[in-house]
């Protein structure tokens, strides 16, 4: 986390939350097929909200993260 936040730039820093809302879209997604044995409705109306939000999450880190990148200099040294 230092080497992303701490000494790094913005599009570090975008990586870095890239791999946490991913991670946050796998445990949800993980949480949505256990819950098609369970068949709890509360945990299916959760699952319902969260799902599609942790999707955008993902594609505006990735969309912020990819126009950064399009202005970066690859031969400058990080
Ligand atoms: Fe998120």
Redesign the pocket.
Known sequence: MTTYLEDGDALDGLEFLSM??AG??AHWKIVEKLNDKAGDPDIGRLVEFAVP??QQ?VASVADQALELAADEDPDEES
């Open positions: 946490s809302e946050e879209l939000v942790q999450h």
